[in-house]
């Protein structure tokens, strides 16, 4: 045996305890997937230290094991009716400060508030402790509260694709600008685009709804109890994708998307930009997103010009040599960070 075999790797006693009651909160869902079964069951095993950390909080509910042949000493918590206020104390006692958020019969640990966010340019997936997960575009930010009875989310800006794991009991509600999309499980798109926001539905039903009270300046945890007056629904089902555009607080679009459509709006989760007859400052403004080069069209009359294409996010240049080469466009660098297109020469 090396004298590496013999090293025991210690772990913080309150990390252990905050992972352990993580997955208390990922089990406590209406439908628990195989592999967070497993998952659970394979943290267990990294070592001594994290099947004790589960056996003690386990030991502080009534009831155990309620998922027994699944995985090992696993925690139903929905079914725990005592021993919450031993559970809180042996928390408070190891200093924990959890980053999710647990409800179990009356159980109401403290909610806590991320921001995530993406620079120009980038992307980026954030997995939630309830099971959803949110996929951030370029240059975008969410704010995320959840707390006992509500998942409360606030897009701050850019574009983000949800996917909301199923629980009646804790709604998820995303805010932007004065309007609120509300779902249980589903799937969709919110974009803001200057007064604008767009909601594609691409799995199941939301709600939107209007708040008529400055949201700028309202936390999170004080949005949710402002009245509000509900618009439309907006879902999806049998092939069928619909959008909804809404802007100061009123619906001014709510339309079928064809097949095709929905692919070009939301390739930007495979990293690409497609153009299927879009005018040439649409397609300007929507690859702008993704860069810091400015691109200005100097001649009117290019606006009226149809583009199609693909093109993968933040690559510039090809686009340029798709315009000036199948488009007729003059492209003039004026610097590093500055194009200007103009007609033909």
């Known amino acids: ?11 913080d006693p309150a990390t252990l305890e905050a992972q352990a009651a993580g997955w208390i909160a990922r089990l406590d ?27 003690r909080l386990a030991g502080l509910w009534s009831e155990l094991d309620s998922l ?26 190891a200093g924990v400060i ?3 958020l647990v409800a179990v019969s009356g159980l109401q640990l403290l909610p806590r508030t991320e921001v995530y966010d993406t620079a120009v340019g980038g992307q980026r997936t954030v997995n939630l402790d309830d099971g ?25 800006r850019g574009e983000a694709f949800f996917e909301v794991a199923p629980n009646r009991k804790r709604p998820f509600s995303v805010y932007a600008r004065q309007d609120v999309v509300r779902a249980v499980g589903t799937a969709f798109v919110v974009r803001l685009s200057g007064d604008r926001v767009e909601v594609t539905v691409t799995k199941g039903k939301v709600e ?16 949710a109890a402002l009245p509000r007056r509900t618009l439309t629904t907006v879902s999806a089902g049998q092939g069928a994708t619909e959008l909804a555009v809404l802007e ?25 930009l497609v153009f299927n007859g879009e005018n040439l400052p649409s397609v300007v403004a929507d690859v702008s997103r993704y860069t810091d080069v400015r691109i200005e069209i100097a001649d009117p009359a290019l606006n009226s010009l149809k583009i199609g294409g693909y093109f993968k996010v933040g690559e510039v240049d090809p686009m340029l040599e798709a315009l000036e080469s199948g488009f007729g466009v003059h492209v003039e660098r004026l610097d590093d960070k500055h194009v200007r297109l103009s007609g033909a020469l």
């Open 208 to 223: 939107l709804a209007s708040i008529e009270h400055p949201l700028a300046s309202t936390s999170l945890d004080r949005v």
């Open 248 to 272: 100061r607080a009123t619906l001014i679009e709510h339309v079928d998307l064809a097949p095709p459509e929905v692919s070009r709006k939301l390739a930007w989760r495979q990293g690409m």
């Open 29 to 55: 869902r209406d439908r628990v997937s195989e592999a967070d079964l497993a998952g659970f069951a394979a943290w267990k095993a990294l070592s001594p230290q994290h099947r004790l950390a589960a056996d």
């Open 98 to 100: 959890l980053t999710g």
């Open 1 to 11: 045996m090396s004298d590496r075999d013999n090293i025991i790797r210690l772990v």
């Open 132 to 156: 959803s997960s949110i996929q951030l575009n370029t240059n975008s930010k969410v704010e995320v509260r959840y707390s006992a009875r509500a998942r409360d989310l606030r897009l701050l």
């Open 68 to 93: 027994a042949g699944r995985a090992p000493a696993i925690v139903n918590p929905r079914t725990a009716a005592v021993g919450t206020n031993r559970w809180i104390a042996g928390l408070a006692a």
